[in-house]
């Protein structure tokens, strides 16, 4: 079994900054592929970035430029690095970990405000 933990978020301010952080761990051979999406109160959850386990990544339109995905292959951690946060980021961001040979997990959730 493989939990999914997450970290980071809270208020920040428009123009400002904050990384996101995700660990997987338990009954782990590899991880394919780890991503963060996010979703806001009556509308679908959505792709925010992904990124493979040989690095290849995957931004949404909107985020492209101000957030970068990265990943530390060795702790089972992905991370997203948020810069120049809009009032429209504002949302619950998950991290989803797409393991090998097992489903796919998704983390909690955590908020994500912009705001002044």
């Known amino acids: 079994q493989v939990q999914v933990v997450e970290s980071g978020g809270g208020l920040v301010q428009p123009g400002g900054s904050q990384r996101l952080s995700c660990t997987a761990s338990?009954?782990?051979?590899?991880?394919?592929?780890m991503g963060w999406y996010r979703q806001v109160p009556g509308k679908q959850r959505e792709l925010v970035a992904e990124i493979t386990h040989i690095g290849r990544t995957n931004y949404a339109d909107s985020v492209k430029g101000r957030f970068t995905i990265s990943r530390d292959n060795d702790h089972n951690t992905v991370y997203l690095q948020m810069n120049r946060l809009k009032p429209e980021d504002t949302a619950v961001y998950y991290c989803l970990v797409d393991p090998v040979g097992s489903p796919f997990v998704w983390g909690q959730g955590t908020q994500v405000t912009v705001s002044s």
């Open positions: 338990g009954s782990i051979v590899s991880i394919y592929a």
